[in-house]
């Protein structure tokens, strides 16, 4: 099981929350989950600041940012707003004495989120990135058998993350445009996912990519579109292993097909997002699907599953592992995978590296941090 900050004596860990949408309430839904205790919510306004603390029950709404992150009841800052607006929050977030965790990407340049990463260091905070999909049991299991050789040495990766949620011309978000997004959308949206989750559990790093982007259409609901809709990947790992990477957010019918196919001298794994129940195990004299079962699963696996076997576990429940482990991490625990701003400033390394690779037609470009 996840450890709980009430276990840890450090006593009840005080949240506060910039942004109020979705991701808002699954933050909200892990920290208590933790044990921790919404103390405030601000957004853009103080209006939205009132409507959105009253919709997540925390304690006050504050008029502004500056409210949440210099409050000196406030332990942690959740970050939930715009992509361009999450370096200079993570960073002022840092300098008042505050854990953080925010969104990805940490920052919409590399540059930006080194000086995050560093500044966290620095300050011996506990900063963190939701790549949460590695907080499912069964990319434990796969993670581990990896490590231990089961699969033999890494030969290829076939690898995706397709959704449609912007297939149609009337799809419009402020993520398409980089003045609100970021330079990139489809890849720095779900692409920094996939390419955590073939590292973390590979247990190796991309070493070298060429990239293709498309962006299907030039405007949407009449406003121009400056960023990629979808993103074809041709990877070459620290070993020596070659992988194709497909992501879309056009894909009719996927709504969060993330899928991690590796290919070893003895063993396939593959694991489907949409199907986190299961790893799929592939040899040459047959083929298993392994359910998940914490009776059975490794320690790192059995740690997250909060249930019986035969009970689902889903998204909401990934992200509650995600958030227990930072708050045991401010508590003075180390769990073992958790994504720090390191990580984020590793996937903004390979943002640019896929942008500067299509930006001179797919060149192969060495991704050198």
């Known amino acids: 099981m996840t450890t709980d900050v009430t ?37 853009r ?13 925390a304690e006050r709404a504050e008029s502004d940012a500056a409210g949440v992150l210099e409050a ?16 200079d929050l993570a960073l002022r977030a840092l300098r008042a004495g505050k854990h953080v965790v925010c969104e990805k990407p940490l920052a919409t340049t590399a540059q930006d989120a080194r000086i995050l990463a560093e500044t966290a260091q620095a300050r011996g905070r506990v900063a963190a990135v939701p790549f949460i999909y ?27 993350y397709l959704q449609d949620w912007m297939l149609l011309p009337s799809d419009d978000d402020w993520r398409v445009r980089s003045e609100s997004g970021g330079a990139s959308r489809a890849f720095a949206d779900i692409g920094s996912h996939l390419c955590d989750l073939v590292e973390f559990v590979a247990g190796e790093r991309i070493r070298t990519l060429s990239a ?22 041709l990877v070459e790992t620290e070993s020596g292993a070659l992988g194709t990477l497909l992501i879309s957010q056009m894909a009719a019918g996927r709504k969060n097909a993330l899928t991690l196919e590796l290919h070893g001298s003895q063993q396939t794994l593959r694991f489907e997002q949409e199907r986190p129940e299961e790893l799929w195990i592939g040899m040459r ?23 019986p076997a ?4 889903g998204y909401q429940d990934a992200f509650n592992g995600f958030v227990a482990d930072v708050y045991a991490a401010i508590a003075g625990a180390q769990p073992d995978g958790l994504p720090t701003f390191a990580d984020g400033f590793r996937s903004a390394v390979l943002t640019e590296a896929v942008l500067d690779s299509a930006a001179q037609g797919g060149r192969w470009v060495e991704v050198t941090a």
């Open 285 to 307: 004299e047959e083929s298993r699907s392994l359910l998940r079962d914490p009776a059975s699963s490794v320690a790192d696996s059995a740690r997250l599953q909060r249930v």
């Open 45 to 57: 306004s103080a209006a939205g600041g009132r409507d959105a603390a009253n919709a997540l029950g």
């Open 72 to 87: 000196t009841d406030i332990d942690v800052v959740h970050i939930c707003t715009p992509n361009a607006t999450h370096a």
């Open 212 to 233: 293709r982007t498309r962006r299907v259409f030039s405007e949407r609901s009449g406003q121009t579109v400056d960023t990629e809709d979808i993103v074809a990947l």
């Open 7 to 43: 276990d840890t004596g450090l006593g009840t860990i005080r949240t506060g929350i910039l942004g109020g949408g979705f991701m808002a309430r699954v933050h909200r839904t892990a920290a208590r989950d933790a044990g921790g205790e919404l103390r405030a919510v601000a957004t």
């Open 310 to 313: 035969g009970h689902a576990m």
């Open 134 to 160: 590695r907080y499912h049991p069964m990319v434990r299991e796969a993670r581990a058998r990896i490590a231990r050789g089961d699969a033999g040495d890494l030969l290829t990766l076939d690898c995706s």
